[in-house]
């Protein structure tokens, strides 16, 4: 029987292949040029082209396609044939070290935010070959990043790389002056948890909502919620398992390593984690999760919704990137020594997270900031939008003793002196209970929970990779001078958590109190997405993402737009799309029902005239009164979304915060009065209680 190692990976033209493949000095090139991140020359890309399309053919590719994460969130592609014409009437198979590199695309139709004028529309995409080349369907996918002919970058990949790049470059400064001179790169590592939901797509292509905007505008509750807690962890379905086995051997074979599967808290919803990798690779392997989900998902008879908030009333969708930071020595950098010495190691690579978590809350909260995130973040079933970190007790305490100059329990007093304590074993089990938390300290690695479950967790992991290593570069010239190291280590990490422990929380994130707590510790709450925006331009993160070249200020205002204009426009779509459903369904749908009831009246007093008939005429009254009400709030957004034309850039998204956003719910909330009243014969689009709990 064939069992998964034999297929796990085989359509991936990773290490091995290119071993058994490419001539062995072309291997040593390629393997030297990308470790050292050097330019690769065209006898090099000739060669990995030549191999990359002999293999794409025995597997039947057709096509082969530069892939690239522009702004928009989703990849892109364009297929181009292997073909050429050639004399006779044939054809040859033709794909050059030249195509491989570098691929010219029509940049206009990407977000760019002003980057580029519509007459310099060109941009290219270059491989990337730190990421593996893979089949999907016949087609060969070829990673690339995607930049503008002027060099700006156009997508999400390419601050990402040069994030990983900062991070590197300042840990190992930091690691040399501990005395390991072996270390030559240090690599941050993202394991991202996948939440989704899985509906019947013949309901699916019942609701235009859902297909036009990923989520249910309107929707009265089911009988059933998530109240009994029947679903988590439940026994998986028949047919919820079928798909699961199916998608996991869909990843399998591209080389995603899907590990854990479950279902979720709510009915419907499961959750696929891999195992953790490299932070480029990670990126590319969580964007084929969400693709392959879908695809695999319309196989099944499902529509797979990976929408923060598909449902109201019923937990959300998030993404847990579960972020740790590693040497090519195999050394974990956030995981507690087994000597003082590892352990001042790990503990002023903790406050280093720390001090970079609170001076750039902004940046955190920014890079989890999208519509359709803000139905969620706050609600009681992911965390509230205050960045806090979690250490958990034990850690707190040492962190506290450290601070406060004493020893921890147990710990001798030389080692005091220092500063540099024996840790107890901080287990997982110990950090992993809380989860309120935002940022959570989980025993070797951080986890941000904050990510909606739609998120490239590029962005995310650009921000974390960058904020720290701007912090460590402070740290090495804090201690690259010092008379006695160990000494100013244990200073350093002393005076930075006393400097920043107003950013630890190991409570209950979700509670009203925590958000009073956090004013007056001076937390910030920038509650919605435009907010979160503006923040993302202050000077001091121009100044921070420039200083590491990972965006230019050029850059930034660009990206600046793109996101606000990515926000309203989303927020845009939802409202047209609401209005349009309650005025060529709803509306339509409840007058039917009232005029059925009119004439129940009628022809039921024209049988039995003394008949009060009061259950239809209360019913009636209340669906007219209703259906007047819901037209008056429909006509009212009309005129919100006109007036939305008078406004643009991040002007509009705090327009559309403030005024669309409530002018749509209020709109959903007297339909959803009058699902309840309408019969169900009547009411033209599938409810709560039919998506959620029939499949
Ligand atoms: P759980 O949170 O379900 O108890 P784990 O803590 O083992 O399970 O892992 C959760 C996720 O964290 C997984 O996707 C895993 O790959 C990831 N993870 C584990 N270790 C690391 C690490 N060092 N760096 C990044 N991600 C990691
Ligand atoms: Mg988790």
Not at 501 to 507: D, E, K, M, Q
Request: aromatic letters at 10%; one cysteine or more; glycine letters at 6%.
């Amino acid at each position: 029987m064939e069992t998964v190692a034999d297929y796990f990976g085989s359509m991936v033209f990773n290490d091995a292949v290119m071993r058994e493949k490419l001539p062995k000095d072309i291997y040593k090139t390629l393997r030297k040029t990308v470790s050292e991140g050097k330019d690769i020359d065209l006898a090099v890309a000739n060669s990995v082209a030549n191999a990359m399309k002999t293999w794409a053919l025995e597997h039947g590719c057709t096509h082969f396609t530069h892939w690239f994460q522009p702004m928009t969130g989703i990849t892109a592609e364009k297929h181009d044939a292997f073909i050429s014409p050639a004399d006779g009437g044939r054809a040859i198979l033709e794909f050059s070290g030249k195509a491989l590199v570098k691929g010219e695309s029509d940049a206009s139709s990407f977000p760019s935010g002003g980057l580029r004028a519509t007459f310099e529309a060109r941009g290219y995409t270059a491989w990337d070959p730190t990421s593996y080349a893979f089949i999907r369907d016949d087609v060969l996918y070829i990673p690339t990043v995607f930049l503008s002919y002027t060099g700006e970058v156009l997508d999400k990949k390419t601050p990402l790389l040069r994030s990983m790049q900062a991070i590197s470059d300042e840990a190992v400064k930091i690691l040399k002056l501990f005395g390991h001179d072996d270390v030559k790169r240090v690599i941050t590592t993202v394991g991202p948890e996948q939440e989704y939901f899985l509906i019947d797509r013949a309901d699916y292509a019942k609701r235009r909502d859902l297909i036009f905007t990923g989520r249910t505008l309107f929707g009265a509750r089911a009988p059933k919620g998530q109240e009994m807690n029947d679903h988590y962890y439940g026994a998986i379905r028949t047919r919820v398992a079928e798909y699961m086995k199916d998608l996991d051997k869909e990843l399998w074979k591209l080389g995603v390593s899907a590990k854990t599967r479950h279902n979720e808290a709510a009915p419907c919803q499961h959750e696929l984690a891999p195992v953790f990798a490299t932070t480029n690779v990670a990126v590319d392997h969580n964007q084929i999760t969400m693709e392959t989900m879908k695809k695999v998902a319309e196989r099944h008879g499902f529509a797979c919704l990976l929408h923060e908030k598909p449902f109201k009333g019923i937990n959300g969708s998030g993404k847990h990137n579960n972020w740790s930071i590693s040497t090519d020595t195999g050394m974990n950098l956030l995981e507690p020594g087994k000597n003082p010495k590892d352990n001042a190691q790990f503990l002023l690579f903790l406050v280093a997270v720390i001090k970079a978590v609170d001076d750039y809350q902004d940046l955190i909260r920014c890079s989890s900031a999208s519509a359709g995130n803000d139905n969620r973040l706050g609600g009681h079933e992911a965390p509230p939008a205050i960045i806090s970190i979690f250490l958990g007790d034990e850690l707190t305490e040492i962190m506290e003793s450290i601070a406060a100059g004493k020893a921890a329990k147990g710990a001798s007093k030389t080692k005091m002196e220092l500063g540099v304590h024996v840790l107890p074993d901080i287990s997982k089990d110990t950090t992993d209970r809380n989860r309120t938390s935002p940022f959570a300290f989980t025993g070797n690695k951080f986890e941000f929970r904050m990510l909606g479950s739609s998120f490239s967790v590029s962005g995310p992991n650009i921000v974390l990779n960058t904020i720290v290593a701007k912090v460590l570069k402070g740290f090495y010239e804090k201690l690259k001078g010092a008379k006695v190291f160990e000494e100013a280590v244990a200073d350093l990490i002393r005076d930075t958590y006393n400097e920043h422990s107003r950013i630890v929380f190991n409570g209950n994130n979700y509670s009203a109190e925590w958000v009073e707590e956090a004013k007056r510790r001076g937390l910030l709450n920038l509650k919605s997405t435009p907010e979160a925006l503006d923040a993302f331009v202050a000077q001091k993160n121009i100044d921070l993402f420039s200083e590491f070249g990972v965006f230019s200020p050029t850059e930034m205002h660009s990206r600046y737009e793109i996101l606000n204009e990515v926000y309203s426009k989303t927020v845009h779509i939802e409202a047209v799309t609401l209005h349009d459903m309650m005025v060529q369904q709803i509306i339509p749908a409840a007058s039917s029902y009232a005029s059925f009831l009119a004439q129940a009246i009628n022809s039921k007093k024209a049988a039995v005239p003394a008949l009060q008939c009061r259950s239809e005429i209360s019913t009636l009254e209340r669906v007219s009164e209703l259906t007047d009400v819901l037209s008056e709030k429909v006509a009212l957004l009309q005129s919100l979304i006109d007036k939305s034309a008078m406004h643009s850039g991040a002007e509009l998204s705090h327009f559309v915060r403030a005024c669309i956003v409530p002018a749509m719910e209020d709109v959903r909330s007297v339909s959803d009065e009058l699902e309840l009243l309408v019969g169900k014969d009547y009411w033209p689009v599938p409810t709560y209680a039919d998506i959620l709990f029939y499949v």
